[in-house]
């Protein structure tokens, strides 16, 4: 058990108004909010939100459609569903020549790894301007400081991933990590309530993937698997590139990868928190 206090300054706590969760549709996220509507005392929330990239593979947002009809009609708990763009088929213009730009994603290079744009446009910032709009807020101002808590579904065996807000109006909280749950924990609960196991959540193409996750992918969901095959065969000379792109960390193409040696994390190195939970 790791107190709030711990991690966030008691005024700030104190200045909460609001508690909105990040939903992912992956595991972690589904136990936090059920969590919440069961343990309101402690963890309540008022609303989440999902910010759909438009890369999440078919079973994620079936899982979305499924989990939100369920806190609903349960709890009157509303999950509203946000979108900037559609990632995938922006990026596909991209490489078409249709556009001029495009939200980065984090692609291995020959030498090294791209820097990330995708999570703060498609995921961060589309969540930030529902919530502000939501709530009226504005210009800097005493009254709205830290008045909004968003609770992130990350558990304690992720415990690296946990990040400070560095905005003026909100906090980020962990209740997962507060109580102690590890991954598995949030499974048992949304089995205990009867519900169907999440499925891991992240993009189809995403580069952060590990070993585990791809034959995860491979093993049971083969249509998507052919997707993000073909998605990397696309990628190969991205634009503006003297070096070939990969979505694998080996630099390989996706389809000749060896899985036999596999690592055990969800994601290699996903941080903020708004993906794959």
């Given at each position: 058990?790791?107190?709030?206090?711990?991690?966030?300054?008691?005024?700030?706590?104190?200045?909460?108004?609001?508690?909105?969760?990040?939903?992912?549709?992956?595991?972690?996220?589904?136990?936090?909010?059920?969590?919440?509507?069961?343990?309101?005392?402690?963890?309540g929330?008022?609303?989440?939100?999902?910010?759909?990239?438009?890369?999440?593979?078919?079973?994620?947002?079936?899982?979305?459609?499924?989990?939100?009809?369920?806190?609903?009609?349960?709890?009157?708990?509303?999950?509203?569903?946000?979108?900037?763009?559609?990632?995938?088929?922006?990026?596909?213009?991209?490489?078409?020549?249709?556009?001029?730009?495009?939200?980065?994603?984090?692609?291995?290079?020959?030498?090294?790894?791209?820097?990330?744009?995708?999570?703060?446009?498609?995921?961060?910032?589309?969540?930030?301007?529902?919530?502000?709009?939501?709530?009226?807020?504005?210009?800097?101002?005493?009254?709205?400081?830290?008045?909004?808590?968003?609770?992130?579904?990350?558990?304690?065996?992720?415990?690296q991933?946990?990040?400070?807000?560095?905005?003026?109006?909100?906090?980020?909280?962990?209740?997962?990590?507060?109580?102690?749950?590890?991954?598995n924990?949030?499974?048992?609960?949304?089995?205990?309530?009867?519900?169907?196991?999440?499925?891991?959540?992240?993009?189809?193409?995403?580069?952060?993937?590990?070993n585990?996750?791809?034959?995860?992918?491979?093993?049971?969901?083969?249509?998507?698997?052919?997707?993000?095959?073909?998605?990397?065969?696309?990628?190969?000379?991205?634009p503006?590139?003297?070096?070939?792109?990969?979505?694998?960390?080996?630099?390989?193409?996706?389809k000749?990868?060896?899985?036999?040696?596999?690592?055990?994390?969800?994601?290699?190195?996903?941080?903020?928190?708004?993906?794959g939970?």
């Open positions: 058990m790791i107190k709030r206090e711990t991690y966030i300054n008691k005024e700030k706590i104190k200045s909460i108004k609001y508690n909105i969760g990040l939903y992912g549709a992956g595991t972690q996220s589904t136990g936090m909010i059920l969590m919440a509507l069961t343990e309101k005392k402690e963890c929330l008022d609303y989440a939100i999902f910010s759909d990239v438009g890369a999440e593979p078919d079973h994620v947002l079936e899982y979305k459609e499924y989990f939100a009809e369920y806190v609903f009609n349960e709890f009157g708990f509303k999950i509203y569903t946000v979108q900037y763009k559609n990632l995938d088929h922006e990026i596909r213009e991209y490489l078409k020549g249709n556009r001029k730009r495009v939200s980065q994603i984090p692609l291995f290079t020959e030498t090294g790894m791209l820097k990330r744009q995708c999570t703060q446009d498609y995921k961060i910032a589309v969540a930030d301007k529902f919530i502000k709009k939501e709530h009226g807020i504005k210009r800097k101002n005493s009254e709205q400081s830290n008045s909004i808590a968003l609770h992130m579904g990350i558990s304690i065996d992720e415990i991933r946990l990040k400070y807000s560095t905005q003026w109006w909100k906090v980020l909280l962990y209740p997962l990590i507060e109580k102690g749950m590890r991954r924990d949030t499974i048992q609960l949304v089995k205990k309530h009867g519900l169907k196991e999440p499925p891991r959540s992240a993009c189809y193409f995403c580069p952060f993937h590990s585990y996750y791809w034959k995860y992918l491979y093993d049971n969901y083969p249509m998507e698997y052919e997707k993000a095959i073909e998605f990397d065969e696309l990628i190969r000379n991205y503006n590139m003297n070096q070939k792109c990969y979505l694998h960390k080996s630099r390989k193409p996706l000749n990868v060896d899985y036999t040696q596999s690592d055990f994390m969800d994601l290699i190195d996903e941080c903020h928190g708004y993906c939970m």
